[in-house]
């Protein structure tokens, strides 16, 4: 395996998570992940609204880390994961405990994250 590669290999995953999340929040419309909100108690428009702007948001991390990776591309990246995670945490805390992981996974996307960050650091 050449040099470059191991050392795009982070960014790579990263950039196809985001990108699969985007597609995966976005392919039906957004409807199976604004009924997965609206069991929070949130009304329907505000549950699609915030998938929506998720899935939006996902999308552009996912270009900006692909097309023009830089330390604020990972600030975002960071800040929004953090921030989409603490409303997991706070809307529906089980999915701590869940077997696929939808939020332990951020464990390890930060780590990659912070890593990317370091890298573009001056």
Known sequence: ???PLRRDGP???LVLVWLGTAAASLWDG???GQALLQ???LGASMALTLVWAGGLWDLAVGLWLACAPSAQAYRWALWGMLAMTALGTAW????WLDPLGPLLKNLA???????GLQRHTP
């Open 1 to 3: 395996m050449s040099r």
């Open 11 to 13: 960014r790579a995953a």
């Open 109 to 115: 996307i930060a780590a990659l994250l912070l890593q």
């Open 92 to 95: 529906m805390p089980a999915l």
């Open 30 to 32: 957004g409807t199976h």
């Open 39 to 41: 069991a929070t108690g």
